[in-house]
Structure formats: structure tokens, C-alpha cells
């Protein structure tokens, strides 16, 4: 799971821009999900980008 320390280096080298939000499942689960992203230090528009934005864009559809 990504932690706090290795978000903020992936976020200094990229931006919120580049970042996809996604898990191993099922070896990964869901839970603590929404806390994670949440807690990040980043604003709203940032997480929404992380968390489904970019991967609309990207993929060219509309969650």
C-alpha cells in the first residue's frame, strides 16, 4: 500500500496530475481507501484527480 512518505515524493516528482489511484487486488483490498485519500495533504481537486479524474481522462470515460 502507498504510504503518506511515498506519495509526497511521487507527488513532488510528478503532480496530482500523473498520479492513478489503484490497488492489487485481491491480494489488496479496499479497505481504508477513502481514509487515504482523504488524509492526503494535497486539495479537493487534487484528490478527485488521484482518486478517478485522471483515469476518466485517460481512458476517455465518465465515472
Do not use: C, W
Not at 489511484?21 to 487515504?36: A, H, N, R
Not at 492526503?40 to 484527480?49: C, G, Q
Amino acid at each position: 500500500m502507498l504510504t503518506l512518505p511515498h506519495f509526497q515524493f511521487i507527488y513532488a516528482l510528478m503532480g496530482a496530475e500523473r498520479i492513478l489511484f489503484s490497488v492489487d487486488y485481491p491480494y489488496q483490498t479496499l479497505d481504508g481507501v477513502k481514509t487515504f485519500i482523504d488524509s492526503l495533504p494535497v486539495n479537493k481537486a487534487e484528490k478527485e484527480a488521484i482518486a478517478f479524474r485522471n483515469a476518466e481522462r485517460l481512458l476517455g470515460i465518465t465515472v
